[in-house]
Nanobody
């Protein structure tokens, strides 16, 4: 069974920073030798879930939503089976539940391409 567990969310003032982490476990990831794209998505109250950032299996390519470009950075440590989202210059509009997800065999920013999802971690940015 595959599990993704997010951590690092919390309450921060506008202009502050947070780093989210996603820990991955399960037999599937071991057998595929880490060849999966990792993504972060978020869902604000009353809104649809949206793409935030993604990173390919070897970290060679990264993708960002326009709203976070220049402020957020996605990285991964395949040896540790972790993915991170560093969020700087946070704004109240970044408030949302942030989800980690994994897509096997494809480089993608499309939600429906992601096979596995975490439970989410709340990020709240106060003004």
């Amino acid at each position: 069974q595959v599990q993704l567990v997010e951590s690092g969310g919390g309450l921060v003032q506008a202009g502050g920073s947070l780093r989210l982490a996603c820990a991955i476990s399960g037999r599937t990831f071991s057998s595929y030798a880490s060849r999966y794209t990792m993504g972060w998505f978020r869902q604000a109250p009353g809104e649809e879930r949206e793409f935030v950032a993604a990173i390919t299996w070897n970290g060679g390519s990264t993708y960002y939503a326009d709203s976070v470009k220049g402020r957020f950075t996605i990285t991964r440590d395949n040896a540790m089976k972790k993915t991170y989202l560093r969020m700087n210059s946070l704004k109240p509009e970044d408030t949302a539940v942030y989800y980690c997800a994994a897509a096997l065999g494809v480089s993608t920013t499309v939600q429906s391409d992601y096979n596995y999802w975490g439970q989410g971690t709340q990020v709240t940015v106060s003004s």
